[in-house]
């Protein structure tokens, strides 16, 4: 089973700054398999990035996703308020199926 | 409003079993697969099942297998998801997660809020 490892565990930051997440795999994985997820206190998640680059529906472009093989990153050009979430990495495979996540990134304010 | 809609927290005994369900609105709900996600108090998001809402075809986690059972009432546009011989490692917040596609693919673009299943003697 391929393990997502993300980094850091917590990011404290001031709005306006720049974020930077990384996820890495524990085996090479397709780039098209790589999603990134936010999550809020309290609400349901919601997808940001598949295809390990292509943002989501009504998603802001100062979200961007990049990487191939074993390492991704999720980049936050410049924070705004309500970006201060958890943040998941997430991959799938296929023999068997299997979806696998990340242990979360908490951004925080700083 | 596109949305996912789940039922209320439960609370149940060890060796019980529960079921979530999961009402979409505002798509075609046979038109895309839903997942089923948990969370345990400090753990990883963990992946459950899924299935074809169209044509009721189901995968589970080799995790889980045995002891989940994935369904959909297409009348009713609602997934369910059963969990038995429930034990306290079992107590976490369920989510449902719609697929972009009937069959699976490689990600979720919906999620529900989440049902919070507590297992406690």
């Known amino acids: 089973e391929i393990v997502l490892t993300q980094s850091p565990g917590t990011l404290s930051l001031s709005p306006g700054e720049r974020a930077t997440l990384s996820c890495r795999a524990s085996?090479?994985?397709?780039?098209?398999?790589l999603a990134w997820h936010q999550q809020k206190p309290g609400q349901a998640p919601r997808l940001l990035i598949y295809?390990?680059?292509s943002r989501a529906t009504g998603i802001p472009d100062r979200f961007s996703g990049s990487g191939s093989g074993t390492d991704f990153t999720l980049t936050i050009s410049r924070l705004e308020p309500e970006d201060f979430a958890v943040y998941y990495c997430?991959?799938?495979?296929?023999?068997?199926?299997?979806?696998?996540f990340g242990q979360g990134t908490k951004l925080e304010i700083k | 409003q596109v949305q996912l809609v789940q039922s209320g927290a439960e609370v149940k005994k060890p060796g019980a079993s529960v079921k979530v369900s999961c009402k979409a609105s505002?798509?075609?709900?046979?038109?895309?697969?839903m997942h089923w996600v948990r969370q345990a108090p400090g753990q990883r998001l963990e992946w459950m099942g899924w299935?074809?809402?169209?044509?009721?075809?189901?995968k589970y986690s080799q995790k889980f297998q045995g002891r989940v059972t994935i369904t959909r009432d297409t009348s009713a546009s609602t997934a369910y998801m059963e969990l038995s011989s429930l034990r306290s490692e079992d107590t976490a917040v369920y989510y449902c997660?719609?697929?972009?596609?009937?069959?699976?693919?490689?990600?979720?673009?919906?999620w529900g809020r989440g049902t919070l299943v507590t297992v406690s003697s």
């Open positions: 299935i074809n809402a169209g044509n009721g075809n189901i």
């Open positions: 085996q090479s994985i397709s780039s098209s398999y």
């Open positions: 997430q991959q799938h495979g296929s023999s068997p199926l299997m979806y696998t």
């Open positions: 505002g798509y075609t709900f046979t038109r895309h697969g």
């Open positions: 997660a719609r697929d972009p596609y009937g069959d699976y693919s490689w990600y979720f673009d919906l």
């Open positions: 295809g390990a680059s």
